[in-house]
Structure formats: C-alpha cells, structure tokens
C-alpha cells in the first residue's frame, strides 16, 4: 500500500513569511494615512498594526475620531503584497505624551484577515489547505483509526484521517513542528474556497464534539495548483470563532484516563488495574468511516451543526444555565431526525376518538361563553386551545427520535426529557431549593442530557460502541449510583 506523503515545507515557509514581523507601506485613498509606513506583528490571535503619525498644522485629532479605510486597503514592500478585506482593520490613534513635545500619534489597532489574494475568487478551482495552530499536548486524532503519511519536513505526530464528505474526499491530519502543533485539512481535488471554508469547519466541529476541545481561533488557508502543495499560490490568514476548550471527551482508548486509580494499599491497587484492563479490548479507535459519517451530518445539517456547537458551550456553563442548552440542542437533534424519517409526532388519541372528544367540548364552550360581544376574546382563546388538545407534547417528540436511532431509553432517561420543560421555563427539576439538593439534582440531569445528545447523534451515524459514562464517573458528586458500568455501550 502507497504511504500517503504531505509536502509541508513549501506550507510553512509562505506561513512564517507571514507571521514574521515587517513594514509595510499603505496603499489607500484615505486621506490623511495614504502611503504611510505600517507595522505588522503576529499577536496571540490575529495581527497588531501601528502606524507612526506626523500632525501637521491645522490638524484636529476629531478627524480621526473613527479610522475606517476606503478599499482597496493595500499593504505592500519589495518582497510581497497583501489585501486587507473589508472591515478587518480595527485602528484608533493613541497620543505619546498629550502634554509633551512630541507630536506624534501612534495610530495602533488590529487586523482580523490578510491575503496575498485581491479577491476571494483567486482560491476557486484550486487544490485548497486549511492549517490550524493548537495546543501542543497530545496527539488529537490518535484515537481514530487512519493512517501514518511521510512528510518533507522533521514532524511529529503524523496521523493521517480520509474524510469523506458527499463522496468526495478530504485528509485531515496532524504534526508538530518544533513546538508547535498543528491540524491541517487538505482537499484532494479543485474545490470552491465556501464550499472548503464550510467542509473544514464541520470536520473540526467532528473533532470537537467527540474529544471536547474546538479549535477554531485562527488558522491559514493556502492554495496550490498541485495536489501536491509543493508551490503555493495565494495564503490568507483569517480569525474565526474563539476555540472551545472542555473537559467533555466522550471517546477514549484508555480506560486509565477515566478510572480513579486512587489506592490506599496494594489490594485496592491490583483492584484497580485488574478493572482498567478488562475494558483494554473493549474501547478500540474510532473507524475512520464512523468519523466521516459524522462529518457528513454535520456538513449536510446546519441544525445539527449548531446544535454540536451549544452542546460545546453548554458544557462550561453554569448548571443553571446548562440544562436549557442541552434542552435547545436535543430539540433541534429531533427535529432533524423526525423529518429525515417523515414521522409525525404520536397523537394522544386517534383522530376519530378527538374528534368525538372536540364536539363535547365545544358544546360546553357554547353552554357557557354564548356567542356574544363581550365573549368574543375568551370564545377566540378557548376555542385554540380545544383545536390544539390533541397535539403531542415535546416529550413525546424526544422520546420518538430515540426510537427511530434503536435506543431503548432507560427511565431515568424519560424523567430527564421531562425535566427540558423545566429548564426551558427557567425553572430546576428539584426536590427541594436548598444549595447541596440544587447541585447535585441538577448536575445528574444534565450529565444524563448531555449522554442523550451522543447518544441520539453516535447511533444516527452508525456507531457501534462504548463512550465515557459520565453520570456514573461522577456518582460521588450526584449521590446516584445508576450501577453501570464506566463506559457506557451504545
């Protein structure tokens, strides 16, 4: 079998070209900043711009109260030139020292986007990367089985996935460089740079929504009349949506990293290696297929997309809050579902039996609010609410997508779709509003919410296994032993 090889070194000599710190002239009609020299520095996230101004008589700082640069907004030295789109340059003038002799005013600020390209249009029909920086620690795909590829470059961490997204294929892959880490997705054919932008999103939303981190601060996207990417044609550098960071993996291969290995003697000790190993055949990588299906729904279903993504946030909110985010999430997951099946929401009763049920009951509307003027609001309120009696409720919704994926649902499980009414209404599913009975009712609702979510979502795309079992982990916090196991068999 050919060894897949990433030619990176043409990558990331456009890439530090762009991050190296430079001067650049501005070229833009604006008045008082045309072809003045401008400083660029890659910063945390984005880029610092600072501009050495020079008042002149007759100047008012109030003509640059708001700085906004006409296009073209054009950055140029003898080595490069770069675009600067609309609405990506953010400056403000800050004066040295007011009451010194120093006249100049430093015009800082910071720019969200840059490209060598003039128009969006030079990445269209084009082999297109996407070049994401992370957080170096550990390997981000090694728990889903790919592939090992070469590179021109001294890596590290060379996993390799073959996303498949409506029948066209994508790599996504990893490696560090020196000390920094890196996830990297490449099309294998010509693509359109919005069709790319949206593929290379919902794959990290993949990642995210399986290992808990979002890594979508930044990132570079290069494209290349080569499949190959040894030569580059364009890079620009963009800021996207600041990553989101959780403790929430719900896949693992190392039952080490769940377990407490806690033990006070060597008995406990040998206890709890003797548990760990048991699951050492049982929770395996990921297929790839499996990752790809994911991709897929999440490409093709922009509810379920948005979904993944306040499931993510909910995981770092209060859990006041939280339940309400899962809330919204698992209802727009059954959405979804009901109509991909064409499944109409059970009914209380047939429509035969209602029917029968609406006559009497709008007889005894008739008996007592008679058709007259000063009835009329109260006839009009009434007479919707009889029409909608036999509407199904949410819960019956919930609990139908759960059998359209084959999930048997557990009791528990059906109190805490009951608890989502609660939570949408600002209310907590309590037995009682003291603090330690609030905590701990409230996370147990929302840990078995936030499995239910996976749950509905692992089962739609084909997913055959074990995931984290967070509400028995965290039985010591919720006083609920549901007396599962720690991994959980879907």
């Not at 900043?33 to 700082?61: C, H, Q, T, V």
């Not at 490696?175 to 996830?183: P, R, S, V, W």
């Not at 609410?385 to 949410?394: A, C, F, G, H």
Request: aromatic share 12%.
């Amino acid at each position: 079998m050919n060894i897949i090889t990433k030619h990176i070194n043409a990558t990331f000599a456009r890439i530090n070209a762009l991050k190296a710190p430079q001067t650049l002239k501005l070229e833009t009609d604006h008045s008082l900043l045309r072809n003045y020299d401008l400083l660029l520095n890659k910063i945390e996230r984005g880029y610092s711009a600072k501009i050495n101004f020079k008042p002149f008589k007759g100047f008012s700082s109030t003509q640059m109260h708001r700085i906004k640069l006409p296009q073209p907004i054009i950055l140029t030295n003898e080595d490069t030139t770069y675009f600067i789109p609309e609405n990506s340059i953010h400056l403000h003038q800050v004066f040295n020292d007011f009451f010194g002799d120093d006249p100049t005013i430093d015009i800082v600020g910071t720019i969200d986007r840059i490209s060598t390209a003039e128009n969006e249009s030079n990445f269209d029909n084009k082999f297109l990367r996407f070049v994401v920086p992370v957080i170096p620690q550990r390997d981000k795909l090694k728990n889903i089985r790919g592939w090992y590829y070469n590179t021109d470059a001294k890596t590290e961490n060379r996993n390799l996935l073959k996303v498949r997204i409506n029948a066209t294929e994508y790599h996504f892959y990893e490696f560090k460089l020196g000390n920094d880490a890196f996830l990297a997705i490449d099309s294998t054919e010509f693509c359109k740079l919005a069709e790319f932008q949206k593929i290379c999103i919902n794959i990290l939303l993949g990642l995210g929504f399986l290992y808990g981190n979002l890594y979508l601060d930044e990132g570079f996207l290069l494209s290349s009349s080569s499949v190959e990417f040894k030569e580059i044609d364009d890079i620009s550098f963009s800021i996207y949506c600041k990553s989101i960071m959780t403790t929430y993996s719900i896949h693992t291969t190392n039952a080490y990293s769940v377990h407490d290995m806690t033990a006070q003697n060597e008995e406990e000790d040998n206890k709890n290696h003797k548990e760990v190993k048991k699951w050492t055949n049982l929770i395996i990588e990921l297929e790839n297929t499996i990752y790809s299906s994911l991709c897929e729904l999440l490409y093709n279903s922009e509810p379920i997309s948005r979904a993944v993504i306040t499931t993510l946030q909910a995981n770092l909110l209060s859990l006041e809050i939280k339940g309400s985010a899962y809330s919204l999430a698992l209802e727009a997951i059954t959405a979804v579902f009901m109509i991909e099946n064409k499944e109409k929401r059970p009914k209380p009763v047939a429509d035969k039996v209602f029917n029968e049920l609406k006559k009497k009951f709008l007889n005894v509307l008739e008996d007592l609010l008679p058709e007259i003027k000063e009835n009329q609001d109260s006839r009009k309120i009434f007479k919707a609410r009889i029409d909608n009696l036999n509407s199904p409720s949410n819960t019956d919704k919930l609990q139908k997508s759960f059998d359209l994926v084959n999930y048997k649902l557990q009791d528990y499980e059906i109190k805490a779709l009951k608890a989502r009414d609660k939570f949408q209404h600002g209310e907590l599913p309590v037995t009682d509003n003291s603090d330690d009975t609030v905590f701990r009712e409230v996370y147990f609702m929302t840990l078995i919410m936030h499995r239910m979510i996976y749950t509905l979502v692992l089962k739609r795309i084909g997913y055959d296994g074990y995931i984290i079992n967070y509400p028995q982990i965290h039985r010591h916090m919720t006083d609920v032993d549901l007396q599962e196991e720690e991994f959980y068999k879907l």
